[in-house]
Every structure is written in C-alpha cells, then in structure tokens.
C-alpha cells in the first residue's frame, strides 16, 4: 500500500474513532456536578466578550472563583515562606563569615 494512501487510511480511522467515543459520551449528558462537588453554571459566551464563536455554551463550576481565591492565597504563602528561608540563608552565611574571621584571628595569635 502507498504510505500516503495509508496515512490517509489512518487519519480517517482515527476520526472514525473519534465520532464513536463522542457519540458515547454524549448518551451521558452534561454532568450535574463537578468533580469536586460543587454545581456547574451554564453560560452563554456573548457577543460582546468574544469576536470568535459567540454564543457558544460552556460550564463553569460555582466554586471556580473560591478555589481561584484559596490558590493564590496558598501561593503567596509559599513566596512568604521562601523569602523567610532566603533571609535566614543569608544572615547564615553571614555569620559564617564572621566565625571564619574569627578562627583566622585566633589562629594567627
């Protein structure tokens, strides 16, 4: 077989494939609840808020925002947290300094 035609063969039963496991999550429906629990929203995109496809429904969970919230809240913790390591890295090296001084100092007697 020519390898064109058989990639052509391939594409065409990769769709085919495609379609069916679409058609089989269709018969599910649009789910009721998110994964994490909370209640989908269906929105409508306006015409306003995008130039492609308006009107275009898609689904939002209801604590989308508070998770959004509580992500940057844990992000910021973690920042926080590394400045704290990176201040006492450097008062570490600092004193680390002084004591080699020191040691010089005492040695050199």
Same mark, same amino acid.
């Given at each position: !077989? =020519?390898?064109?035609?058989? /990639?052509? #063969?391939? @594409?065409? %039963?990769? #769709? #085919?494939?495609? !379609?069916? *496991?679409? &058609?089989? =999550?269709?018969?599910?429906?649009?789910?009721? /609840?998110?994964?994490? *629990?909370? /209640?989908?929203?269906?929105?409508?995109?306006? @015409?306003? =808020?995008?130039?492609?496809?308006?009107? @275009?429904? $898609? $689904?939002?969970?209801?604590?989308? +925002?508070?998770?959004?919230?509580?992500?940057?809240?844990?992000?910021?913790? /973690? &920042?926080? +947290?590394?400045? %704290?390591? !990176? !201040? *006492?890295?450097?008062?570490?090296? @600092? %004193?680390?300094?002084?004591?080699?001084? +020191?040691?010089?100092?005492?040695?050199?007697?």
């Amino acid at each position: !077989m =020519d390898p064109a035609e058989e /990639r052509r #063969h391939s @594409k065409r %039963q990769n #769709h #085919h494939i495609n !379609m069916l *496991g679409f &058609v089989a =999550d269709s018969e599910y429906g649009i789910p009721r /609840r998110c994964p994490c *629990g909370g /209640r989908l929203i269906n929105e409508v995109r306006g @015409k306003e =808020d995008y130039d492609t496809l308006p009107g @275009k429904r $898609f $689904f939002t969970c209801k604590n989308y +925002e508070l998770s959004v919230q509580e992500e940057l809240e844990r992000l910021t913790k /973690r &920042v926080e +947290e590394a400045e %704290q390591v !990176m !201040m *006492g890295v450097s008062n570490l090296s @600092k %004193q680390i300094e002084t004591l080699e001084e +020191e040691v010089k100092i005492l040695s050199g007697r």
